[in-house]
Nanobody, 118 residues
Framework: QVQLVESGGGLVQPGGSLRLSCAASRNIFDFWAMGWYRQAPGKQRELVAR???????NYAASLKGRFTISRDTAENTVFLQMNDLKPEDTGVYYCYVQTNWNTGPDNWGQGTQVTVSS
């Protein structure tokens, strides 16, 4: 088991930026991947971005260029830098870890609300 603690959500105007953080209670090299999903009101949860144990990153095609995932391995923390935010980016953002390539997410954070509105 791993505990994931998220922070950094909030209310931002369109075009603004936010940086989300997710601190893991274990060494993040234990996981095949770590990243973020989001869930907008009335919609299914969708993958936003992930970073693999080797450092490779992967993004939802619609978000690449605006969002950047990174990590601090010494702090077992993953970050999601979100720029040029749009109202459609509004939702609850969930951090997750996945231990194996052939399984889905194993653990989730509690979620952090991101609201993009003027």
């Amino acid at each position: 088991q791993v505990q994931l603690v998220e922070s950094g959500g909030g209310l931002v105007q369109p075009g603004g930026s936010l940086r989300l953080s997710c601190a893991a209670s274990r060494n993040i090299f234990d996981f095949w991947a770590m990243g973020w999903y989001r869930q907008a009101p009335g919609k299914q949860r969708e993958l936003v971005a992930r970073i693999f144990s080797g450092g490779t990153t992967n993004y939802a095609a619609s978000l690449k260029g605006r969002f950047t995932i990174s990590r601090d391995t010494a702090e077992n923390t993953v970050f999601l830098q979100m720029n040029d935010l749009k109202p459609e980016d509004t939702g609850v953002y969930y951090c997750y870890v996945q231990t194996n390539w052939n399984t889905g997410p194993d653990n989730w954070g509690q979620g952090t609300q991101v609201t993009v509105s003027s």
